[in-house]
C-alpha cells in the first residue's frame, strides 16, 4: 500500500526458542490511529520493538517509510527513529531531568535550537498535554497519569510522523484514561501523525480507534474497524470484545489432568 | 554417575557463562571507548559524574586515610625502635601508602561507595524503560550514560588515590611526631630522601587508573547487564563490589610485580 508508512510483512519472531510471531502482516496507513489489541504476552510490546529497531525478525521484514528497518546500520535506524516517538508504559522518564528537561531532552539531542526557541517549545508541548504548570516538578513528583502526560510530550518533542504507545491506559484511574484517550486522537489528528497503540482496553480503544488488529497465539487473529470486530462472530473476538472468562482463551494455563496431579502427593 | 554428570555439566555452564559474561564485558568496555568522542563533546555530563562519584566519595576516603595512616605509624614505631631506626617511620608510612595502601584501599572504597550506586543507578535506569527510552528517540545510551560515568571514575581514582596518600601522611605524622616524639625533621627528610618520584608516586599513580578503570567498567557492566528486575539489581549490586574488590587485588599483585622486576 503507498499510502503506508509502517507495513509489517510475513513477520516472524522467536525468542528463547519460543516462536512468539509467525507470519504476521499489518498495515498502519497515514494520519490513522490503529491499535494492536490482544491478551497480556501475545507480543504486542514486542511489535513496537520489532517496528522501532530495538529487535530483529527471525524472518519476513518490518518497512517505515517504504525502507526495511532491520537491514539498517546504527545511523539508519537512528535516522528511522527520529521519525518515531514511543510512550513507554511507565513512562520512562528520566528521574534525574525535571518535567522541563525531560521533554527539551530530545531537542537539545538532536537540534541546534537556541534556548529560548527551546524554551517556546517545550512549554508548548507541555501546554498540548495540560501540564505547562509543572514544568519545574521532578518525574517522582508526579501521578502515573500526569507521568504518562509528560512521556507523551516528550515523545511529540520533534514532532514525529509515527507515534507508538505501549499500554497508554494501564493503571490509570477513569479520568487520566479520558484524557489520554483524548490526546491520542487530537495529537494525531494536529500533528497529522499516524499512531500505532498496543492495548488490551477494549472500551477506550474502540472509542477512537480508525484500525483494529487482533493477535493471539502469534497470528493475527481478526482485524477490522470497531463495528466490524463488535459484530464479529469469531469466538475469539467475541470473547475478548466482551471480556468473558472463559472460552477460545482457556481459563487454566497448560496443566496435565487435575485429578491426576493432585493423587501424586506433594510433586 | 548420573549426579556426577549433572555436577559436570552445572560446573560447565557456570564456566561458559563466566566467559560469556567476560566477552560481553569487553565488548561494552570497546563500545565505551569509541563511543568517547561523543560524550567528550559534551564534557558538562563527565564533570557532573566526577562530583557524583568522586566528590561524594571524599569523605569516607579521607576519613579512613587519616586513620590507615595513623595506624601505620603505630604499628611501624613497635618494629622499627626495636632495630633502633624510629627516624625511619616517615619513609614506611609514606612508601607504604603511595605504592600499595593509597591505590588499593581506595579502589576498595571505591568499589564500595560510588561502584554500587553506578550499577545500582544503571541497572534501576534499565528497569524504568529509561535506557530503552534513550534508544527509541536515537540517542546511544552508551554514549550519553556510560561513557560519562566511565570517564569520571578513570579521572576521580587516580586524585582520590592521591588524597588518601597525603591524608594518611599527615595522620602517619600526627601519631609519629606530636605524639609518640620521633625527630620531625627526620620524619620529613627521611621521606624526602627516600621515596622516588617515577618508582614510587608515578608508579602509585599508574595503580590507581588502571584500577579506576577496572572498578567502574565493572560496576557499569553489571548495572547495565542486571535483570530488570529488584533482585537482579541487588544481586548486581553485590556482584560489583565482589568482582571489583578480586580484580583489584589481583591486577596490584601483577602490576607491582612488573614494577619491582622492572
Redesign the interface.
Known sequence: MANAIVEIKDLSFGYKGRLLHQGINMTFPRGKVVAIMGGSGSGKTTLLRLI?G?LKPSKGSVLVDGEVVHTQNRDG???L??K?G?L???G????DLSVYENVA??MR??TDLTESMIRDLVLMKLNAVGLRGAHALMPTELSGGMARRVSLARAIALDPSIIMYDEPFAGLDPISMAVICDLIRSLNDALGATSIIVTHDVEETFQFADYIYFVANGVVAAEGTPDDLRQSSLPFVHQFVYGEKDGPVPFHYAAPDYQHSLLRGAR | MHKIKRMLSRLGAGFVNKVWRLGAGARLFWLTLISSGESFRRFRLTVREVYFTGVMSLIIILVSAFFVGMVLALQGYQTLQKYGSSEAIGVLVALALVRELGPVVTALLFAGRAGTAITAEIGLMKATEQLSAMEMMAVSPIARVIAPRFWAGVIAMPILATLFSMVGILGGYLVAVPLIGVDAGAFWSQMQANVDWRHDILNGVFKSVVFGVACTMIALFEGYDAPPTAEGVSRATTRTVVTSSLAVLGLDFILTSFMISV
Do not use: S
Request: aromatic letters at 20%; glycine letters at 4%; proline letters at 5%.
Open positions: 522501532g530495538q535506524i537512528y535516522r527513529r527520529r518515531m514511543m513507554f508504559q511507565q520512562a522518564l528520566f528521574t531532552f530530545p539531542e538532536h
